[in-house]
């Protein structure tokens, strides 16, 4: 039974990261169309964010 809900946080905790990539992706995409950002800034700005975020969780579970 343990195994079960693991298995059910992992799947929306995927699904919950998921969405708030597609939802960065979306608002920088259209600041960049806005002229608010240049068009790579734009597009590269949620790769980064999450590439800090990913790299500061494994610092974190490393206890580094």
Do not use: D, E, M
Request: with cysteine; hydrophobic share 60%; net charge positive.
């Amino acid at each position: 039974f343990a195994q079960r809900g693991i298995r059910s946080t992992a799947i929306i905790l995927c699904i919950l990261v998921a969405v708030v990539y597609w939802l960065a992706y979306i608002a920088s995409h259209a600041l960049s169309i806005g002229g608010v950002l240049p068009p790579w800034l734009g597009i590269w700005t949620p790769n980064v964010l999450f590439l800090i975020v990913a790299w500061l969780t494994y610092r974190k579970i490393q206890g580094v």
